[in-house]
């Protein structure tokens, strides 16, 4: 099919229709949701904690969290841990931890068996160079964000994201690999102002929540290497 990139070794599209159709063609997938999902499995893998990703925040969410041994990531602000990156900078080595998420936890259960990987600014660098570990066909998808009707919308952070762990990566690129890249690059330089100044960043700072916004700005801080294994990521660095 024309829209799977199968041409090309290095492959980026958006979102969950991103996932299914990259996916089985792949043999890694990377999936980048900057604020704030991706940020916050690197903050807790790298402190030791196992992420459990689930698609929705409601009662099943605890259901699910007793099955697996797990407390559950509660809305900013409402909990000692939620999706929310300054949060988890004190989690317990060892917690296991269940993150709702419709962006994020979403694309990672989409996967279905492909090698998954969750990247950020943070820790770019160490998950290109992972993902190259397992083959030359790499599908990195940015997550973007939901409109109110549920549609995507295509967000700076995901994108320059996405572009930030291409630029690491051996290989064919395809058009939108490129263009992922180039834009990271053309704005590396004042990537932290602009995140601040983009929708997503400017949405968390009015609700109080800069400290997010600095930590998901923060390059190549981590080694951290979020890796999707039986329905958890722990940090699988080599």
Request: hydrophobic residues 40%; contains cysteine; aromatic residues 8%.
């Amino acid at each position: 099919m024309n829209f799977d990139q199968a041409d090309f070794e290095v492959r980026c599209e958006w979102g969950k229709q991103g996932v299914l159709q990259l996916a089985p063609i792949s043999d890694v997938v990377v999936i980048i949701d900057v604020l704030s999902f991706s940020t916050c499995i690197d903050i807790a893998n790298s402190r030791g904690a196992i992420v459990f990703p689930y698609q929705w925040r409601d009662k099943s969410a605890r259901a699910f969290a007793q099955c697996v041994n797990a407390e559950v990531a509660e809305k900013r602000g409402d909990s000692r841990y939620s999706l929310s990156p300054a949060s988890l900078l004190i989690i317990d080595s060892g917690t296991r931890l269940v993150m709702p998420s419709p962006n994020g936890s979403s694309l990672s259960l989409a996967t279905t068996g492909t090698p998954t990987l969750t990247g950020c600014l943070r820790n770019c660098r160490a998950i290109a160079l992972a993902a190259m570990n397992y083959g030359q066909r790499i599908a990195v998808i940015p997550a973007g964000e939901k409109w109110d009707d549920g549609s995507l919308r295509p967000s700076f952070e995901d994108f320059i994201g996405a572009g930030a762990v291409i630029s690491y990566l051996e290989g064919k690129l395809s058009p939108e690999a490129q263009l992922a890249r180039e834009a990271y690059q053309s704005v590396r330089q004042s990537l932290k102002h602009l995140i601040k100044q983009c929708g997503s960043g400017q949405e968390l700072i009015e609700r109080g929540f800069k400290q997010d916004v600095d930590l998901a700005s923060e390059m190549n801080v981590s080694d951290c290497v979020p890796t999707l294994v039986n329905g958890a990521y722990a940090n699988h660095a080599r």
